[in-house]
């Protein structure tokens, strides 16, 4: 879209080399087995959280999220649920306003696991690698200009202020989606399958 090129003009060698190998990978993916029920049916799980996760590059951006239970005996079970991601407009962006995009993203995916799983908002957890988008949530929409006001207000009214956290870059799993990965790769980063390692400690245990 971009190089402006016709539906039957052939595309630049070094966009056909991309899509040849992301076609030629696909197949690797059956490999890869996603079990049907968020956790093993012999758990009996007892307070389930729903854990989200966003970002954004200047190609994407996504939102992701994840259910975490604690069953009667105290282990700790982590399903991947839901995830949506959303390419950059042609129009450049600053990675703020995108990564500010990636919180709408995951606020709706979010809100609507929450809402579906009849999860409370307590138990109801947004994370971002963004301090901007964070200090963006924690004022008034009608301090901002329409671009940012706007989001943070729809952001606001899906998904509570106080929900919101930070999360470092390296530990966030939407870092994958928002630039992109081949299929082996994807199949290979476990950050993506599992969320981060701390999501399976104990809340005490979490250093953020």
């Not at 056909?16 to 190998?21: F, G, K, T």
Request: aromatic share 10%.
């Amino acid at each position: 879209w971009e190089r402006n090129l016709d539906w039957d003009e052939p595309v630049l060698e070094e966009i056909e080399q991309v899509w040849n190998r992301w076609h030629e990978e696909l197949p690797g993916l059956r490999e890869h087995l996603i079990a049907r029920p968020y956790f093993p049916k012999q758990v009996e799980p007892g307070s389930v959280q729903a854990h989200g996760f966003c970002d954004a590059s200047e190609v994407a951006y996504f939102g992701v999220v994840y259910l975490r239970a604690v069953d009667s005996v105290g282990r700790v079970h982590v399903s991947l649920v839901m995830a949506k991601t959303k390419v950059a407009p042609i129009k450049r962006l600053s990675i703020p306003r995108l990564e500010l995009c990636s919180g709408v993203v995951l606020s709706k995916v979010l809100g609507h696991v929450a809402d579906t799983l009849e999860i409370p908002p307590t138990n109801v957890f947004a994370w971002t690698d963004s301090q901007v988008v964070l200090g963006w949530l924690q004022g008034s929409p009608r301090r901002f200009k329409p671009f940012v006001g706007n989001r943070v207000a729809e952001i606001s009214e899906a998904i509570p202020v106080a929900c919101w956290r930070h999360v470092r870059g390296t530990e966030n799993p939407a870092d994958c989606a928002s630039r992109g990965l081949y299929p082996s790769q994807l199949a290979q980063y476990e950050l993506w399958w599992s969320g981060p390692q701390w999501l399976r400690n104990s809340v005490e245990e979490w250093n953020l």
